[in-house]
Nanobody
Framework: QVQLVESGGGLVQAGGSLRLSCAAS????????MGWFRQAPGKEREFVAV????????YYPDSVKGRFTISRDNAKNTVYLQMNSLRPEDTAVYYC????????????????WGQGTQVTVSS
């Protein structure tokens, strides 16, 4: 069992930056691939970033590539999402998720989810 708690969301102006954190409980954090997803009002949840168990091979959709960076610190049981050059369309609730099996862009491949943190980007 893994519990995930996101933090770092908030209100920021367009062009600004935020760094989200996701702290995981348990001693097996390094056994999970970690992903970030987001859900805007009235829209389906969408993939934002994923990183392997060791922190390698980050992958992003085109919508955030070059602006967002995922990283992890297995010693601290934490995964991060650095978000730069934020746009109003980045406004959403951001979720971190853990997968025991898959390095994946698909939300149904993830076993554990955090409660989400709100990110609002004003124009």
């Amino acid at each position: 069992q893994v519990q995930l708690v996101e933090s770092g969301g908030g209100l920021v102006q367009a062009g600004g930056s935020l760094r989200l954190s996701c702290a995981a409980s348990g001693r097996t954090f390094s056994s999970y691939a970690m992903g970030w997803f987001r859900q805007a009002p009235g829209k389906e949840r969408e993939f934002v970033a994923v990183v392997t168990r060791s922190g390698g091979t980050p992958y992003y959709p085109d919508s955030v590539k070059g602006r967002f960076t995922i990283s992890r610190d297995n010693a601290k049981n934490t995964v991060y999402l650095q978000m730069n050059s934020l746009r109003p369309e980045d406004t959403a609730v951001y979720y971190c998720a853990a997968s025991r099996t898959y390095y994946s862009v698909r939300e149904y491949d993830y076993d554990y989810w955090g409660q989400g943190t709100q990110v609002t980007v004003s124009s």
